[in-house]
C-alpha cells in the first residue's frame, strides 16, 4: 500500500495555531455577545465602516482578496446581518454597505483589532525567531525562486506526475 503524503505536512502545524488563535477570539465575541461575528469578517467591517460602502470589487482589493472569496464573504456576512447589498452603478455591480447591527459593534471590533495586534506584537517579541521575520524572510526566499518553480522541479523528478 502506498504512503499517504497527507501525514506529513510542514503547513498544518501553522493553519493548526492560527485556527486555534482565532477560536479565541472568536471565544471573546461570544463572550461579548456578538452574536453570528466570525473574525474573518472584521476587517471588511471595519474597513467599509472607515471607508464606505464599496463594490465587491473594490473591498476584495483593499483587502487582497479575490472576487469570488469577497463575494462568498459578503453573502455570509449578509446571512449574519451585519452587511447589506444594493445595486451598483451597473447590472454585475453591488455596493456593500453595513448594517445597524455591524454599525453598533464596529468601533468594539476595532478595539479587539488593535488587542490582538498588541498581543501578536507581544509574542512575535517573546519568541526566538519571529513570525514576522519568518515571513520576510520566506517572501525573500520566494523571491529568488517561486514556490511554483519548486514545486515544478519537485515534480519533474517524480514519475507519478509525469
Same mark, same amino acid.
Given at each position: 500500500?502506498?504512503?499517504?503524503?497527507?501525514?506529513?505536512?510542514?503547513?498544518?502545524?501553522?493553519?493548526?495555531?492560527?485556527?486555534?488563535?482565532?477560536?479565541?477570539?472568536?471565544?471573546?465575541?461570544?463572550?461579548?455577545?456578538?452574536?453570528?461575528?466570525?473574525?474573518?469578517?472584521?476587517?471588511?467591517?471595519?474597513?467599509?465602516?472607515?471607508?464606505?460602502?464599496?463594490?465587491?470589487?473594490? $473591498?476584495?482589493?483593499? @483587502?487582497?482578496?479575490?472576487?469570488? %472569496?469577497?463575494?462568498? *464573504?459578503?453573502?455570509?456576512? #449578509?446571512? /449574519?446581518?451585519?452587511?447589506?447589498?444594493?445595486?451598483?452603478?451597473?447590472?454585475?455591480?453591488?455596493?456593500?454597505?453595513?448594517?445597524?447591527?455591524?454599525?453598533?459593534?464596529?468601533?468594539?471590533?476595532?478595539?479587539?483589532?488593535?488587542?490582538?495586534?498588541?498581543?501578536?506584537?507581544?509574542?512575535?517579541?517573546?519568541?526566538?525567531?519571529? $513570525?514576522?521575520?519568518? @515571513?520576510?524572510?520566506?517572501?525573500? %526566499?520566494?523571491?529568488? *525562486?517561486?514556490?511554483?518553480? #519548486?514545486? /515544478?522541479?519537485?515534480?519533474?523528478?517524480?514519475?507519478?506526475?509525469?
Amino acid at each position: 500500500m502506498t504512503q499517504d503524503p497527507t501525514e506529513v505536512s510542514h503547513w498544518r502545524p501553522l493553519r493548526l495555531l492560527q485556527a486555534a488563535m482565532e477560536a479565541d477570539i472568536a471565544r471573546l465575541y461570544a463572550e461579548a455577545e456578538i452574536d453570528g461575528l466570525k473574525p474573518s469578517y472584521v476587517m471588511e467591517l471595519i474597513r467599509l465602516h472607515l471607508r464606505g460602502p464599496m463594490t465587491i470589487t473594490e $473591498l476584495a482589493e483593499s @483587502v487582497e482578496r479575490t472576487h469570488s %472569496a469577497m463575494s462568498q *464573504k459578503v453573502a455570509a456576512m #449578509r446571512k /449574519a446581518g451585519f452587511v447589506r447589498t444594493t445595486a451598483g452603478v451597473d447590472a454585475r455591480s453591488k455596493k456593500v454597505e453595513l448594517t445597524e447591527k455591524a454599525a453598533g459593534i464596529v468601533d468594539r471590533l476595532a478595539a479587539e483589532w488593535r488587542a490582538t495586534e498588541a498581543v501578536t506584537a507581544e509574542i512575535d517579541a517573546e519568541i526566538p525567531y519571529p $513570525l514576522s521575520r519568518l @515571513v520576510k524572510d520566506m517572501e525573500e %526566499a520566494l523571491r529568488r *525562486k517561486s514556490f511554483h518553480d #519548486r514545486i /515544478a522541479e519537485k515534480l519533474a523528478e517524480d514519475e507519478t506526475w509525469r
